[in-house]
């Protein structure tokens, strides 16, 4: 089952997102979407193990309020209903992840 025109708009909206301009002239394919797919789930999995990282404790905090006040930061964050992929993981992935979905838009 091939994309359609609005699929392909889509996906070519958020790769330009990503890789920029160049990704006007890529080919929109399933391989690339499968492709980008699997970027966002490599994206998804680096994401929530960010939300466990701790935030910076402010000078003067006590560390014991520090670490509650962490802890429940983190619990918080893991229960957002509407979770969103850091910048630094989605970038990293996807420039490991950018010549593979080069060349299934190339067609290789």
């Not at 989605?90 to 992840?97: D, F, P, R, S, T």
Request: net charge positive; glycine share 4%; charged share 25%.
């Amino acid at each position: 089952m091939s994309l359609t025109k609005a699929e392909k708009e889509n996906l070519r909206a958020f790769l330009s997102a990503v890789y920029g301009n160049q990704v006007n002239g890529w080919s929109m394919n399933n391989d690339v979407f499968n492709l980008t797919f699997k970027m966002l789930e490599d994206s998804r999995k680096c994401s929530d193990l960010m939300d466990y990282v701790p935030r910076p404790m402010a000078l003067g905090q006590a560390p014991i309020n520090y670490v509650r006040k962490s802890i429940r930061e983190t619990l918080l964050r893991k229960l957002k209903n509407n979770k969103a992929h850091y910048r630094a993981c989605i970038g990293v992935v996807a420039n490991k992840k950018k010549t593979k979905i080069y060349m299934a838009a190339m067609g290789y």
